[in-house]
């Protein structure tokens, strides 16, 4: 619109992702029919179908049409996304990581299903992620699938999520940079985002100037994501009534604000968030409107 005014009809985020959740939702319970052997099956739907936020499928089909690209072309994709994050998320759970007991306002698959099942829904899911790009991916040049896959995978193995949580292991205890710190969140996190927003992006027939932009947006909102993480671990979600919720910055865990402060903290996200969306200025605004109101999202979370 003219002269930097509001457009007539705000773009509503919310309506947005209920939409896009309900559509992945249904895709998800398709791609993992209760067969034989049930119990397997039956795991990796627990913590499948729990009821994320889906913030990675709905990168992955914004990207594939912010670059004019139907939405099916990159729901497959946007599919195998939830099915990596859910099997990270299982593991991570594991005694023999980080022995958490609940996920995703439930108890963890581990406590559900047993540790034997659980790493098996992990290594399921995560398989399943990869055949269900190549076999269900419809109506795109077999090349962009190729690549859409080997991107996926770069980002999954011991260059990006793996390689991210190997660092985090060995950093336990605190002590760590700025620069590792960074490192780990942006292979823990950043990466699949990037990989979300990059394969989509493939799927929906992007430009090579479109990748570069996309992967700037997607690293620029995956260390956010981080950085806003570190700062709702100390103010909670009281940060709304101008309170912290008293946990001290001296804790084990070095974070951003326990390394450069709230207040610089704060900045930097805004920085990253901001940086993000500049790389979206070139396309018409109702087509960028759901990855700039992502990057808000991101920013603005409370929890
Ligand atoms: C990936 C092969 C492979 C092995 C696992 C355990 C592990 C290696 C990596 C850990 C990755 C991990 C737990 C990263 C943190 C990711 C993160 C930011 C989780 C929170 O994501 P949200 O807020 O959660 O999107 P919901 O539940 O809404 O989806």
């Given amino acids: 619109s003219a002269n930097g005014a509001q457009p007539m009809t705000a773009f509503d985020f919310r309506q947005y992702m209920q939409q896009r959740a309900a559509l992945v939702d249904a895709a998800l319970d398709l791609a993992v029919p209760l067969q034989y052997p049930e119990k397997i099956n039956e795991a990796m ?65 581990h406590k559900a299903y047993g540790e034997e099942i659980a790493i098996l829904a992990g290594d399921a899911l995560l398989s399943l992620s990869f055949e269900h790009i190549a076999r269900e991916t419809r109506g795109v040049d077999p090349v962009r699938v190729l690549a859409a896959i080997s991107e996926v995978g770069r980002a999954v193995g011991s260059r990006g999520l793996v390689a991210g949580q190997v660092v985090d292991l060995g950093s336990e205890g605190g002590g760590v940079g700025l620069a590792t710190l960074r490192y780990i969140h942006e292979h823990k996190t950043a990466a699949l985002l990037e990989a979300a927003v990059v394969s989509g992006a493939l799927l929906g027939g992007a430009e090579e100037a479109d990748l570069e932009r996309l992967r700037t947006y997607s690293r620029a909102i995956g260390l956010a994501f981080q950085v806003v993480d570190d700062i709702l671990d100390i103010t909670g979600t009281s940060e709304e009534l101008g309170k912290t919720a008293g946990k001290d910055l001296s804790s084990a ?31 018409e605004p109702a087509r960028a409107a759901p990855l700039v109101a992502l990057a808000e999202y991101i920013r603005n979370r409370k929890n």
């Fill in 253 to 283: 865990k070095t974070t951003y604000p326990s390394l450069v402060g709230l207040a610089r903290s704060r900045e930097i996200a805004d920085e990253l968030i901001e940086d993000a969306k500049a790389q979206l200025t070139q396309y």
């Fill in 45 to 109: 739907r627990y913590s499948l179908l729990a009821g994320g936020k889906r913030v990675r499928p709905a990168l992955c089909l914004a990207a594939c049409e912010l670059v004019g690209g139907p939405l099916e072309a990159a729901m497959p994709a946007a599919c195998a996304m939830e099915m990596i994050h859910t099997m990270s998320l299982i593991h991570d759970d594991l005694p023999a990581m980080d022995n958490d007991d609940f996920r995703r306002g439930q108890p963890a698959n």
